[in-house]
């Protein structure tokens, strides 16, 4: 996974750098998850990595995949991608783009998963705490899991927050056993 990423570092600053440049950031972001989840599919996936199918296809199916948001940039970003054999780190790219967007624009979108449907005060108190936390706007994504007995996790870029129930329990159970 480190390899994929190191070799898509540069492919993902070169078109971030020129999709910010001309003021498209959010239709080459698109376009880009578009591709990253196309080539997820195992079958897409498995042709790319084959020699007897044309590169060519693949990306004209890529550009058709994205329609409108695939302009010329993005048609020629995916073409260098074929030429060079990388298309294979689309969702290694896709994801960078997506941190240097974030990074650009001050934006982080967390991911809450709570025991129970949080309601609208609780997702404005995350939001402004991980905001004051942060120094950045929020985007807050929710989901549940009833496993969790009670509390929340919170997942914003690197950070990481358990205030889950089931996280409090097991460490009372690590200090109780020592």
Do not use: H
């Amino acid at each position: 996974m480190a390899e994929k990423t190191t070799i898509a570092r540069p492919y993902a600053q070169a078109i971030f750098e020129s999709a910010k440049e001309k003021g498209q950031m959010a239709k080459v972001a698109d376009a880009l998850k578009i591709a990253a989840v196309a080539i997820s599919d195992p079958k897409l996936a498995f042709i790319i990595g084959d020699p007897n199918v044309d590169d060519d296809k693949i990306i004209a199916l890529l550009i058709e995949m994205c329609g409108d948001r695939a302009g010329d940039e993005v048609k020629n970003f995916f073409k260098l991608l074929g030429e060079f054999n990388r298309l294979n780190v689309l969702s290694e790219i896709a994801d960078l783009f997506e941190s240097y967007r974030a990074e650009e624009e001050s934006t982080v979108e967390a991911e809450v998963v709570s025991a129970v449907k949080l309601n609208e005060a609780q997702k404005t108190e995350i939001i402004n705490g991980l905001k004051k936390r942060l120094d950045r706007e929020v985007t807050l994504q929710c989901s549940i899991d009833k496993s969790l007995l009670g509390g929340a996790i919170i997942r914003a870029g690197d950070l990481v927050i358990d205030g889950s129930i089931t996280s409090q329990l097991n460490k009372l159970g690590q200090t109780l056993s020592r």
